[in-house]
């Protein structure tokens, strides 16, 4: 039994959850701000998702709401090829540029949500 099988229940995604995810803590303005926690979806996948001014989102801010994201995945995602950074390179980690997130939390729920 691996250890995601261990979780019974998963939350799906959603892009209020994503909002919440991108939420920064205190004030960004007077120092860098921390990347954000990878997520872990049911089946083990992790992806980064990021949104600040050094990244590719939008709007590129510090703060949101926003309307997309930059993600950072260990595996090519055929559908978010129009976003991805560096389409030449082979090899993983593959950097997802401004990929809405209803289309993130699309993909977290099609590899089972997020385990509680």
């Not at 997520?39 to 980064?48: A, E, K, M, N």
């Amino acid at each position: 039994m691996g250890v995601w099988s261990l979780f019974s229940e998963a939350l799906q995604a959603s892009v209020p959850f994503l909002q919440a995810h991108l939420d920064r803590p205190g004030d960004c303005r007077k120092t860098v701000c921390p990347t954000i926690p990878h997520l872990v979806c049911s089946d083990g996948t992790l992806l980064s998702v990021q949104a600040s001014q050094i990244h590719h989102c939008h709007p590129r801010s510090d703060f949101g709401p926003y309307d997309a994201a930059e993600v950072v995945v260990s595996t090519r995602i055929s559908e978010w090829e129009a976003f991805n950074a560096e389409p030449d390179v082979p090899e993983a980690p593959f950097v997802y540029r401004r990929v809405p997130l209803g289309m993130i939390a699309e993909f977290i729920n099609r590899h089972g949500g997020l385990p509680i």
